[in-house]
């Protein structure tokens, strides 16, 4: 498990099985873990990107403590864009799968008048075709926390396939862009998570 700057966190959910009256029937037990296979990306340089799992099993966590993307002067021409692709190894009981359903973004932006930033976010499982993919825009002025919310609705949730070990590929990216001034300007990303719960109609799918 490695650590991470500008943090993000990751909320991954999971469906509700049709035959399950509650999410708590369909939580497994035990100890749920995920550890992280490769990392790679400008976002993410090695030992800046940490991995959490929530103690109800409901949730993961990461968090970055090196992922911003800036323009302007002082700026190095490829700084404007950042990513990080995280490989993911979920551990949980046979009998189960899961899939992202709902996913928080937080970060921190300082953007001039006439700068803009960008947040963009996909995922699928390692040999699937299958993605899920966001983006969402930033405009100047502001200089403040940002957050945005990804929620999946439950027929297009893709899960795990049942019985089999497919890593969970999870790719993020920061750009920014300043104004004619070239003012100094920034997007970092600190944290990603999510939950799955009652709130959100989100449960472990058993296979």
Same mark, same amino acid.
């Given at each position: 498990?490695?650590?991470? $700057?500008?943090?993000?966190?990751?909320?991954?959910?999971?469906?509700?099985?049709?035959?399950?009256?509650?999410? &708590?029937?369909?939580?497994?037990?035990?100890?749920?873990?995920?550890?992280?296979?490769?990392?790679?990306?400008?976002?993410?340089?090695?030992?800046?990107?940490?991995?959490?799992?929530?103690?109800?099993?409901?949730?993961?966590?990461?968090?970055?403590?090196? =992922?911003?993307?800036?323009?302007?002067?002082?700026?190095?021409?490829?700084?404007?864009?950042?990513?990080?692709?995280?490989?993911?190894?979920?551990? =949980?009981?046979?009998? #189960?799968? =899961?899939?992202?359903?709902?996913?928080?973004?937080?970060? #921190?932006?300082?953007?001039?008048?006439?700068?803009?930033?960008?947040?963009? &976010?996909?995922? =699928?499982?390692?040999?699937?075709?299958?993605?899920?993919?966001?983006?969402?825009?930033?405009?100047?002025?502001?200089?403040?926390?940002?957050? #945005?919310?990804?929620?999946?609705?439950?027929?297009?949730?893709?899960?795990?396939?049942?019985? $089999?070990?497919?890593?969970?590929?999870?790719?993020?990216?920061?750009?920014?862009?300043?104004?004619?001034?070239?003012?100094?300007?920034?997007?970092? $990303?600190?944290?990603?998570?999510?939950?799955?719960?009652?709130?959100?109609? #989100?449960?472990?799918?058993?296979?």
């Amino acid at each position: 498990m490695l650590s991470v $700057m500008a943090a993000t966190s990751l909320a991954l959910s999971l469906l509700v099985a049709p035959e399950a009256p509650s999410t &708590a029937d369909v939580v497994p037990p035990g100890k749920i873990t995920v550890d992280v296979v490769t990392v790679n990306g400008s976002g993410c340089p090695a030992g800046t990107a940490a991995v959490a799992v929530a103690d109800d099993n409901t949730a993961f966590t990461v968090t970055y403590s090196d =992922y911003t993307a800036q323009a302007g002067s002082g700026s190095a021409p490829t700084d404007f864009r950042k990513n990080c692709q995280l490989n993911l190894r979920v551990h =949980y009981p046979q009998g #189960f799968t =899961y899939g992202i359903a709902k996913a928080d973004y937080r970060g #921190f932006a300082h953007l001039p008048r006439g700068a803009k930033g960008m947040q963009r &976010a996909s995922y =699928y499982f390692s040999g699937s075709s299958s993605t899920g993919m966001s983006t969402h825009n930033i405009p100047g002025p502001k200089t403040d926390n940002w957050q #945005f919310t990804d929620t999946t609705d439950i027929a297009e949730i893709v899960f795990a396939p049942c019985g $089999m070990v497919r890593n969970l590929n999870v790719n993020t990216e920061v750009r920014v862009s300043t104004n004619t001034a070239k003012e100094p300007a920034f997007v970092s $990303m600190d944290s990603t998570d999510g939950s799955v719960n009652t709130r959100y109609q #989100f449960a472990w799918k058993r296979c």
